[in-house]
């Protein structure tokens, strides 16, 4: 229950940052935040978040159907496995038991 605290506080603390960060030339009781605010216009600001959206859509999404396509492919009689000796370096055991067997001979 406390981990769950902690985290909302230092979510609510890491928003105030950043709110404060975007804002440096804003100062309290000399320049209101509506007088520092940016004169761009609405349709400028959708149209590059719009670009932006579609972007990361048609990357992702690209992305996605390439991993399904290799997931979905059976491996061949041919291919090879995993290479033993970066099996052994990496400490991953074939077969736990027999290991364990062979550790204990």
Do not use: W
Request: a negative charge; hydrophobic letters at 40%.
């Amino acid at each position: 229950m406390l981990y769950g605290a902690g985290g909302v506080c230092c979510d609510a603390c890491g928003l105030v940052v950043t709110e404060v960060g975007r804002q440096p030339f804003t100062v309290y009781r000399l320049l209101r935040a509506a007088d520092s605010t940016s004169t761009v216009e609405l349709s400028a600001i959708a149209g590059s978040a719009t670009a932006f959206v579609s972007v990361y859509i048609v990357v992702f999404g690209v992305g996605f159907i390439y991993m399904l396509r290799v997931l979905v492919q059976a491996p061949t009689s041919g291919e090879h496995g995993p290479n033993p000796e970066l099996a052994e370096m990496s400490g991953a055991r074939s077969d736990p038991a027999t290991k364990s067997l062979e550790e204990r001979s």
